[in-house]
């Protein structure tokens, strides 16, 4: 797997969202996390973000909040001309689908994912109990 996947966010978010997503898939050596943390400002975050992707050549980046600091100093360095594929919104279908696209050459359809496992479970539920008093 060459394709490397970095998190940024506020916070710790990124890095229990790396944990979380291992508790499921194993160790992930390929998915990278950049926090940014309260003492620190944008320039700080700034530096770690450009120190961890130094060495990467093939990378995609996910942001928890578009607008917050961490999404803002990505899309200010692609604007400055880096070559990043930036994703605001991250959640755990997201960077699961980065893992199977990986391992099964399939392109990954983050939104869609994304999308389709944002429910109201109350209502799935309800539809289920419709469906068993039919």
């Known amino acids: 797997m060459t394709k490397q996947l970095i998190l940024v966010s506020h916070g710790h978010f990124c890095e229990e969202l790396k944990k979380s997503t291992e508790m499921?898939?194993?160790?992930?050596?390929?998915i990278h996390t950049v926090p940014?943390?309260?003492?620190?400002?944008?320039?700080?975050?700034?530096?770690?973000?450009?120190?961890t992707v130094k060495e990467l050549d093939d990378y995609i980046v996910f942001a928890d909040?578009?607008?917050?600091?961490?999404?803002n100093v990505v899309s200010r360095l692609i604007l400055e001309g880096l070559q990043i594929e930036l994703y605001a919104g991250m959640n755990m279908p997201m960077v699961i689908e980065f893992i199977n696209s990986a391992?099964?050459?399939?392109?990954?359809k983050y939104i869609e994912k994304a999308n389709r496992y944002?429910?109201?479970?109350?209502?799935?539920?309800?539809?289920?109990?419709?469906?068993?008093?039919e």
Not at 118 to 133: R, S
């Open 103 to 108: 391992l099964t050459g399939v392109e990954a």
């Open 118 to 133: 944002i429910v109201k479970v109350n209502d799935m539920l309800a539809a289920m109990n419709d469906e068993e008093d």
């Open 65 to 71: 909040l578009l607008g917050g600091t961490p999404c």
């Open 24 to 30: 499921i898939m194993g160790p992930l050596d390929f």
């Open 36 to 51: 940014l943390l309260p003492e620190e400002g944008i320039d700080d975050f700034t530096a770690k973000f450009l120190a």
